[in-house]
């Protein structure tokens, strides 16, 4: 397939749409560059709207040739809401590695983000996941290889609980409520943010804010963030299955994440056999605009790789 390269100024962004992708589950979705490109599907992860995928990340990787599909994952922001309660204490049973009872798998998020390439009528993507959506991604491998042309997985894990801690000071403000007013949860998400993002590359106060207002617009949904993380608990290891897939694979993480530790990523390079494995110093759980150039040349070596198969 050819590549349409383009300045990024000049790549086409569509209007956020909507696509029925099961009975229960309708994903808001938006689309950069050209369809007649490669496509790559952009996955979130937990509680995150698919602007979190910054514009000018989806610019500069559309200007590669491809053309980038980004969504609000179920129970995101102005994606369908699944019924169904998680307490916290069934929240903390999950976290003691005790089953428990869930509204939905990451198997079923990974089912939405094939039902949204079956709307947009995409045999495959190169499918590029962050933290949970780095784990719906590898679900997407190992359930329908044949559909993921490469797969990225950055400062995720494997599932293995010996492997992607979390620091210790993070759980209280995980289970926490932001508030149930704009500022209160935009204060309180900045606070989070100021003990899990990148130590090397500090984001300004005032745009951490400005994220997480824009965040709590598009419809935060705290019971949402808790049948997600129920989900991820869940997860059994992957490792066994990973190491059957042939994609080409990238696995992107930082030296400084406090939400998942540096083990979960190179425990996913392991598993992956031939996967690129970037660590990044002083990177944080999070993806700095001073990192965007370094993680889409990334991104657009192994969609090549892909093309050489």
């Known amino acids: 397939m050819a590549r349409s390269t383009q300045p990024e100024a000049e790549i086409p962004v569509s209007e956020e749409l909507v696509a029925p992708v099961s009975p229960e589950i309708e994903l808001c979705y938006q689309t950069f560059g050209d369809p007649a ?53 069934q929240l903390m049973r999950a976290f003691a590695g005790r089953p428990v009872q869930t509204p939905y798998t990451l198997g079923d998020m990974a089912d939405d983000a094939f039902g949204l390439l079956d709307h947009l009528g995409l045999d495959s993507a190169h499918v590029v ?70 130590p090397a ?7 951490t804010l400005a994220q997480a207002r824009e965040t709590f617009d598009r419809g935060v949904s705290a019971s949402g963030v808790m049948r997600q993380m129920v989900a991820i608990l869940q997860e059994t290891n992957r ?45 944080g759980h999070d993806l700095p605009l001073e990192l965007f150039d370094t993680v889409v040349e990334a991104i657009d070596r192994t969609t090549r790789r892909a093309g050489d198969r």
Not at 59 to 85: C, E, H, P, Q
């Open 201 to 207: 590359f500090p984001q300004p106060r005032e745009e």
């Open 37 to 89: 490109d490669e496509a790559v599907l952009l996955v979130m992860g937990l509680g995150g709207p698919m602007t979190w995928w910054h514009d000018d990340f989806c610019r500069k990787l559309a200007a590669t040739g491809k053309y980038v599909v980004r969504f609000d994952n179920r129970d995101s922001g102005r994606s369908s809401k699944v019924r169904g309660r998680v307490g916290r204490a």
């Open 129 to 198: 996941g962050i933290s949970m959506g780095g784990m719906i991604a590898q679900n997407m491998a190992i359930a329908h290889p044949a559909r993921v042309r490469s797969l990225t997985s950055i400062m995720s894990t494997t599932g293995k609980r010996s492997v992607g801690w979390q620091h210790p000071r993070l759980l209280p403000m995980l289970v926490a409520r932001r508030g149930p007013d704009r500022e209160t949860y935009a204060q309180r998400s900045a606070r989070l943010w100021d003990l899990i993002g990148s």
């Open 239 to 283: 490792g066994p299955r990973l190491r059957a897939l042939s994609m080409p694979a990238l696995v992107v993480h930082g030296s400084a994440d406090r939400m998942v530790h540096v083990s979960g990523g190179r425990a996913t390079a392991r598993a992956l056999t031939g996967s690129e494995l970037l660590v990044i110093d002083g990177m």
